[in-house]
């Protein structure tokens, strides 16, 4: 059974921290490049970070760097997205993916997928 279960999701005030979690079952994530996604009501889904496999290298949206960090630990089959400095924009549900491919992570549009976990930032 393969699956990817996210977590750490919450509703808090702007300026808050949220560290979100993404558990593979049923494969081995070390070879797969892992992203975080979001979509709100009403937009489109944004791909907010991704890493590769082997490499580590990440990417970032413009508007969350130096603000997010994502990581992954493959010993652990876990991912990770800490989120600092949360604005109202933030907000939305959360996805994890993850794709097998060995190259840079730009552009993956995800094997698999994950439920998502709803962040709210708001006053």
């Known amino acids: 059974q393969v699956q990817l279960v996210e977590s750490g999701g919450d509703s808090v005030q702007p300026g808050g921290s949220l560290r979100l979690s993404c558990a593979a079952s049923?494969?081995?994530?070390?070879?797969?490049?892992i992203a975080w996604f979001r979509q709100a009501p009403g937009k489109e889904r944004e791909r907010v970070s991704c890493?590769?496999?082997?490499?580590?290298?990440?990417k970032y949206v413009d508007s969350v760097k130096g603000r997010f960090t994502i990581s992954r630990d493959d010993a652990k089959n876990m991912a990770y997205l800490q989120m600092n400095g949360l604005m109202p924009e933030d907000t939305g549900l959360y996805y994890c993916?993850?794709?097998?491919?060995?190259?840079?992570?730009?552009?993956?549009?995800?094997?698999?997928w994950g439920q998502g976990t709803q962040v709210t930032v708001a006053s």
């Open positions: 993916a993850a794709e097998l491919r060995q190259g840079d992570c730009s552009g993956l549009m995800g094997d698999y």
């Open positions: 049923g494969f081995s994530l070390y070879q797969y490049a």
């Open positions: 890493i590769s496999s082997y490499s580590g290298i990440t």
